[in-house]
C-alpha cells in the first residue's frame, strides 16, 4: 500500500493568512493527488483533482502543486467557511489511501 | 446533480453482516467506479473498495476477506455488505463516485454517510 504522510497535523492560523499543508507519498505517484475538504458531520468535499486541477466550483484562494512524492495545498487568504480538516488521497494504485488529515482551526 | 444516498441499519451485532445500499439519483450509474468509504468517529478516512458498473470489483486487502460489494444498473444502485463484524468495524460510512480524469480519478460526488455501530 502507498502510504500518505501529513504535515502539520494540526494547524492554527487567522482569517486572511497563507497557508501551506503538505503531504508525502511513500512512493512516487506521478500526480495522481487529490485534495479534500471536509467540515464536522459532512462528507469531504473534493477540492484539487491531479495534484494541481481546481475541482469546479471550488474558489481560487486554493491552489495544489508538486508531482512524485510531495506535495503542497495552499489556501491563499482563510476566509472563516475554510477551518476544516484537509486530506490528501493518492489516486495512483489501489487500495486508494488518505493521509491522516490535517486539522485547521482559528486562532 | 448527482446525488448519491446511503440506507440500512445503524445497529449490528457481533459477528453479524453489515449491509449497506447506495442509491444514485440525478445521473446514470454507468462508465464509473462506485466506492465505498468508512470513517471511525474523530479517525481518518479508510478506502473498503469499489465496483464498476460493469460488475467488477477491487476490495481493499485488509478487509478483501470480509468484503463484497454488488451493483444494481436497473436500479441506480450499489451495495455494501460486510460480514463477521466487530466493534472495529463501527463507523460512519460513506458511498462515493469515482471519476476518470486526464492523470487519475477522485471521488467527486459523495453521499452524506450513514454511522453504523456494531454492538449487541
Known amino acids: 500500500d502507498i502510504q500518505m504522510t501529513q504535515s502539520p497535523s494540526s494547524l492554527s492560523a487567522s482569517v486572511g493568512d497563507r497557508v501551506t499543508i503538505t503531504c508525502r507519498a511513500s512512493?512516487?505517484?506521478?500526480?495522481?493527488l487529490n485534495w479534500y475538504q471536509q467540515k464536522p458531520g459532512k462528507a469531504p468535499k473534493v477540492l484539487i483533482y491531479a495534484a494541481s486541477n481546481l475541482q469546479s466550483g471550488v474558489p481560487s484562494r486554493f491552489s495544489g502543486s508538486g508531482s512524485g512524492t510531495d506535495f503542497t495545498l495552499t489556501i491563499s487568504s482563510l476566509q472563516p467557511e475554510d477551518f476544516a480538516t484537509y486530506y490528501c488521497?493518492?489516486?495512483?494504485?489501489?487500495?486508494?489511501?488518505f493521509g491522516q488529515g490535517t486539522r485547521l482551526e482559528i486562532k | 446533480q448527482v446525488q448519491l444516498q446511503e440506507s440500512g441499519p445503524g445497529l449490528v451485532k457481533p459477528s453479524e453482516t453489515l449491509s449497506l445500499t447506495c442509491t444514485v439519483s440525478?445521473?446514470?450509474?454507468?462508465?464509473?467506479?462506485w466506492t465505498w468509504i468508512r470513517q471511525p468517529t474523530g479517525k481518518g478516512l479508510e478506502w473498503i473498495g469499489y465496483i464498476y458498473y460493469s460488475g467488477s470489483t477491487n476490495y481493499n486487502p485488509s478487509l478483501k476477506s470480509r468484503v463484497t460489494i454488488s451493483v444494481d444498473t436497473s436500479k441506480n444502485q450499489f451495495s455494501l455488505k460486510l460480514s463477521s463484524v466487530t466493534a472495529a468495524d463501527t463507523a460512519v460510512y460513506y458511498c462515493?463516485?469515482?471519476?476518470?480524469?486526464?492523470?487519475?480519478?477522485?471521488?467527486?460526488?459523495w453521499g452524506q454517510g450513514t454511522l453504523v455501530t456494531v454492538s449487541s
Open positions: 512512493q512516487s505517484i506521478s500526480s495522481y
Open positions: 488521497q493518492q489516486s495512483y494504485s489501489t487500495p486508494r489511501t
Open positions: 440525478g445521473g446514470s450509474i454507468s462508465n464509473y467506479y
Open positions: 462515493a463516485r469515482e471519476s476518470m480524469h486526464s492523470s487519475g480519478y477522485c471521488f467527486d460526488y
